[in-house]
């Protein structure tokens, strides 16, 4: 079993930023494809980005050249720098790990956290 638990969220201006982050338990976890998903208010839940264990990571079109994911191995976290945030980013941001393969949509990924909030105001 493995747990994620997201932190970071908060309320920023248009044009700020937030550093998400990720924390993972399990042996395991270092090996993990982890990825960002966020969810909006009557929206669907939508990828945001993805990193493998050896550093190979995609972004959605929306948030490419303002998102960065890294991570962490030693610490078992997996982090989301949010540069330029717009009001379109407000949403409900999750972190989720699938053990094995390659993957962007959010029903391939095995365990997810919580959530956190990010609210960007205009």
């Known amino acids: 079993q493995v747990q994620l638990e997201e932190s970071g969220g908060g309320l920023v201006q248009a044009g700020g930023s937030l550093r998400l982050s990720c924390a993972g338990s399990g042996r395991s976890f270092s090996r993990y494809l982890v990825g960002w998903f966020r969810q909006a208010p009557g929206k669907e839940r939508e990828f945001v980005a993805t990193?493998?264990?050896?550093?190979?990571?995609a972004y959605a079109d929306s948030v490419k050249g303002r998102f960065t994911i890294s991570r962490d191995s030693a610490k078992n976290t997996v982090n989301l720098q949010m540069n330029s945030l717009e009001p379109e980013d407000t949403a409900i941001y999750y972190c989720?790990?699938?053990?094995?393969?390659?993957?962007?949509?959010?029903?391939?990924?095995?365990?997810w956290g919580q959530g956190t909030q990010v609210t960007v105001s205009s």
């Open positions: 990193i493998t264990w050896f550093g190979t990571s």
């Open positions: 989720a790990a699938k053990t094995s393969g390659w993957g962007m949509a959010a029903d391939m990924y095995d365990y």
